[in-house]
Nanobody, 128 residues
Framework: QGQLVESGGGLVQPGGSLSLSCAASKFGFHYYSLAWFRQAPGKEREGVLCISYIDNTTYTTDSVKGRFTASRDNAKKQMSLQMNSLKPEDTAIYYC?????????????????????WGQGAQVTVSS
């Protein structure tokens, strides 16, 4: 059974930066599209970024465009999320997820039902 483990969360001041990592094991990482989701207290889970495995096409949700970037390293079986210019509203538990689809769906890249493997989550708190 595939596994994903996030690391790197923590507390950061508004305007600061933080990087999350997601380490994969026990599945064919190279052949999975990957995504970051987040869930803030009292809110629905939302998709943040999705990277297609076939061509690395990336979808980014509007609220983080220009501030968050994601990358994948197939050799290390890792995905990262670089978060800059953080805002209090970015406070959430961040999850990485993997989908056996070759592409992030253009109509709905963040449909959670398309992602078979999930990490346990990493807390990110943006506060002064």
């Amino acid at each position: 059974q595939g596994q994903l483990v996030e690391s790197g969360g923590g507390l950061v001041q508004p305007g600061g930066s933080l990087s999350l990592s997601c380490a994969a094991s026990k599945f064919g990482f190279h052949y999975y599209s990957l995504a970051w989701f987040r869930q803030a207290p009292g809110k629905e889970r939302e998709g943040v970024l999705c990277i297609s495995y076939i061509d690395n096409t990336t979808y980014t949700t509007d609220s983080v465009k220009g501030r968050f970037t994601a990358s994948r390293d197939n050799a290390k079986k890792q995905m990262s999320l670089q978060m800059n210019s953080l805002k209090p509203e970015d406070t959430a538990i961040y999850y990485c997820a993997a989908s056996s689809l070759a592409y992030c769906r253009r109509d709905d890249p963040y449909d959670p039902q398309e992602f078979e493997i999930w990490g346990q989550g990493a807390q990110v708190t943006v506060s002064s």
